[in-house]
Each structure stands twice: as C-alpha cells, then as structure tokens.
C-alpha cells in the first residue's frame, strides 16, 4: 500500500514519492474545550484523518498536523491550550519553506479552527510571493456545513460542538464521544449587525462551551458529510 504521510516515510519513500506527486495537505487544528461529550483535540484530529482519506484518493502527501491553535477566547474554559498567532505564524511559514525545499509546490491547508484562518492567509502569501508556491486553505466547519446544508435540522448547527461537530465525532471517532455529557445550548435570537464581531471570552455565551444542540447531531450525518467532503476536496486536488 502506498504512504501519503510524511511522518511514516522514509527518506527512500519520500524520495521516490515526490516524483508522482507535488501536492501537500497541511492539516491543522487547536486544542480546546469542545463541550463536556467531545474531545478536546477534535480540531485537529478530524483534519488529520480527512486529509489522510482525501490523499488515498488523489495520491499526494499529508505533513503532520499542527494541532494547538489560537485560542484565547477559550481560555475560560478547563482544557485549553492556546498559541499566540505569531508563533503560529511562525510555525508554519517554517513548515512549509521545508516543504517547498523538499519539493513540494502546491500545499492546501486544511483548518480545523477559525482562529488560524489569519496565520495561514500571512504564510500562504507570502508563499506564492517568496517561494512561487500555489496555496489554498479549507475552513474546515464552516465548509461541511455549507456543502451540507441540506442535512441540517438545529437551529446553530455550526455553532460549537453541536449539530456539525457532533455529527463528524460520531462517524469519525465514536470511542472519543460521551453521549451522556451531551447538553443542549442554542443562545437566544439576538438583533445583531451582520458581520459585526465583539472580541469576548466564550464564556459570555455559554458556560458549556457548547453553542447550538448536539443531540440533533448522528452518525448517520456524519458519515454524510464526510463523504461529500472527501469527494469536494479529492475533486478540488485533481484539478488543481
């Protein structure tokens, strides 16, 4: 069976590898409060197995994942680990200047977590510019919830550890989900200017760390889901 992740190649692997393929998937995530039913590397480890079946489609590499993140606003919550951008900046502009040394000329950044989404625009930039790499990035939840929209039932699906996060736990790791711990907390309808964000702590919204209804959430929709987003990805892939 052919290896796509980097981390179990040898050099001979890698070597012979990277003259079928120029294609890297950058997975990356954080590590924090996702409800009291998930696990708090949910993040992460969902864009590290995505991207591992995405590459046994289309035949290209998996760099490891990242897997702490910016997370301050979680901070209140127990659990949590956060990474300042800059050191997320950092971190990965130097992984992929190694990846682009090595060979690669095309990386796409799965992100698990929105509060990356500025540390990866900085880096994939700058990548196109100083390097002549192709970039791209997936904002991991909130592109299954819109390729999948038609599946949803709650009112904040894409909240936090609810319809959506709960669904893709379900099918991708059900040993991690703890249906007991399951608890329902859809904030209420607000008049809110669109677009507008007010930087505060989550714990102004919830006190669960969750926002929206798990229980609406299944294995079922999950397993959906996935599919449609490996064959969204795996076709994006081709014809890049």
């Known amino acids: 069976m052919e290896k796509h992740l980097i981390a179990e190649m040898t050099l001979e692997?890698?070597?012979?590898?990277?003259?079928e393929s120029d294609v890297a998937i950058?997975?990356?995530?954080?590590?924090?409060?996702?409800?009291?039913?998930?696990?708090?590397?949910?993040?992460w480890m969902v864009t590290y197995e995505v991207a591992k079946r995405v590459a046994e489609k289309v035949n290209c590499f998996v760099?490891?994942?990242?897997?702490?993140?910016?997370?301050?606003?979680?901070?209140?919550?127990?659990?949590?680990?956060?990474?300042?951008?800059?050191?997320?900046?950092?971190?990965?502009?130097?992984?992929?200047?190694?990846?682009?040394?090595?060979?690669?000329?095309?990386?796409?950044?799965l992100c698990g977590?929105?509060?990356?989404?500025?540390?990866?625009?900085?880096?994939?930039?700058?990548?196109?510019?100083?390097?002549?790499?192709?970039?791209?990035?997936?904002d991991w939840w909130r592109f299954i919830y819109d390729i999948n929209q038609e599946?949803?039932?709650?009112?904040?699906?894409?909240?936090?550890?609810?319809?959506?996060?709960?669904?893709?736990?379900?099918?991708?790791?059900?040993?991690?989900?703890?249906?007991?711990?399951?608890?329902?907390n859809e904030k209420e309808d607000k008049e809110e200017i669109p677009d507008l964000y007010v930087y505060e702590y989550f714990d102004q919204e919830t006190p669960t760390s969750v926002l929206g209804d798990p229980f609406a959430g299944s294995y079922e929709k999950g397993e959906q889901m996935?599919?449609?987003?490996?064959?969204t990805i795996s076709r994006f892939i081709t014809e890049w």
């Not at 606003?73 to 130097?94: E, F, H, K, P, Q």
């Not at 599946?151 to 893709?168: D, N, Q, R, W, Y």
Request: with cysteine.
């Open 63 to 109: 760099a490891p994942p990242v897997t702490y993140g910016f997370s301050e606003d979680l901070m209140c919550y127990t659990g949590t680990l956060s990474v300042s951008t800059g050191s997320i900046i950092a971190i990965y502009r130097d992984v992929v200047e190694s990846l682009h040394r090595q060979g690669i000329k095309k990386v796409l950044f």
């Open 226 to 231: 996935i599919a449609k987003a490996l064959e």
């Open 151 to 184: 599946l949803m039932e709650s009112k904040f699906p894409v909240g936090h550890a609810a319809e959506v996060g709960t669904s893709i736990l379900q099918y991708l790791f059900p040993h991690l989900v703890v249906e007991d711990k399951m608890i329902l």
């Open 113 to 138: 977590h929105v509060g990356n989404l500025g540390a990866i625009d900085q880096v994939a930039c700058d990548a196109v510019r100083d390097w002549g790499m192709e970039c791209a990035h997936i």
């Open 13 to 19: 692997e890698f070597g012979r590898f990277i003259k």
């Open 26 to 43: 950058f997975p990356v995530g954080a590590t924090e409060a996702y409800g009291h039913h998930l696990p708090m590397g949910a993040d």
